[in-house]
């Protein structure tokens, strides 16, 4: 990592390493798999005039911590952690898998004041929902060394990626990466990535919810979105033309939308 980042510690004793920029009503940016700090680190700056943002690394990545026994509970007591070190409440941005941890936690009864969610990966389109097991055996690929295995069922299975595309990613310097991340798959797949939402939950948002896809996505990801969307009482969506899963390379797209969302004027 570049920078020495700050710590907080999770109800387990995990720790969870942080880096804060700006001053302002307090932004918790999450990414989703394959991400640390540091990938939403340029989102982080580009809304850090108006916010106190808080890029982290989800436990298992970057100068985090984790625990033997991974669980959701884990990583939403991981963002009531971070909460409560900057005041006692704060709004949330997730993307991809780290938007489905969003929805979590803002379901879960944190101090949250506004969510908001881009193409967190449900489906409920003509795409095939992922295997239950996937899980499981992405991580037997892990326990038995094969990352590139991991890397590759999850890809394919869990995003939907073609074959060809994977097959191509393996000759890029990104494919290591992804490999060096592979042990934390499996707590992207468990937050529900791939499978129908889980309306009930999302149900019991009580706060102002914003779920966000790119118009250049495929379409399932929009279906994602606008389901989620009908699930959150009071939720609106937005789609930004010309985006895609990998917004987070272009945080200016995102900065208009979302200073506008999380104003504790709005």
């Not at 989102?43 to 808080?54: E, H, N």
């Not at 007591?77 to 006692?88: F, K």
């Not at 060394?145 to 310097?173: I, K, N, S």
Request: with cysteine; glycine share 12%; hydrophobic share 40%.
């Amino acid at each position: 990592m570049s920078t020495t980042p700050e710590t907080v510690r999770s109800a387990d004793g995990t720790t969870i390493a942080f880096d804060r920029r700006g001053e302002g009503a307090p932004v918790i940016l999450i990414g989703g798999a394959f991400n640390d700090r540091t990938t939403v680190a340029g989102l982080a700056s580009v809304l850090a005039p108006d916010f106190t943002t808080i890029a982290y690394d989800r436990r298992g990545r970057g100068d985090s911590g984790d625990a033997g026994k991974y669980a959701v509970e884990r990583e939403i007591e991981d963002v009531a952690a971070l909460i409560e070190h900057v005041g006692g409440h704060a709004s949330l941005f997730g993307h991809s898998s780290g938007a489905i941890l969003a929805l979590e936690a803002a379901a879960s009864g944190l101090a949250v004041d506004r969510v908001a969610a881009y193409e967190p990966p449900y489906v409920v389109s003509d795409r095939e929902p992922s295997k239950e097991d996937l899980v499981d055996r992405v991580r037997g690929c892990v326990d038995a060394g094969d990352l590139d295995g991991a890397v590759t069922l999850f890809l394919t299975e869990g995003a939907d990626t073609p074959a060809a595309v994977v097959e191509g990613m393996r000759t890029e310097p990104v494919w290591a990466w992804f490999t060096a991340l592979a042990h934390t798959l499996p707590y992207d797949l468990a937050l529900g990535g791939g499978l129908r939402p889980p309306v009930e939950r999302l149900a019991k948002i009580p706060v102002p919810a914003l779920l966000i896809d790119g118009g250049d996505s495929p379409a399932w990801f929009g279906a994602g979105a606008q389901a989620a969307t009908d699930a959150v009482p009071g939720a609106r969506r937005e789609t930004l033309p010309g985006q895609d899963h990998g917004v987070l390379q272009f945080p200016e797209a995102l900065r208009p939308l979302l200073t506008t969302f999380f104003s504790p004027a709005v």
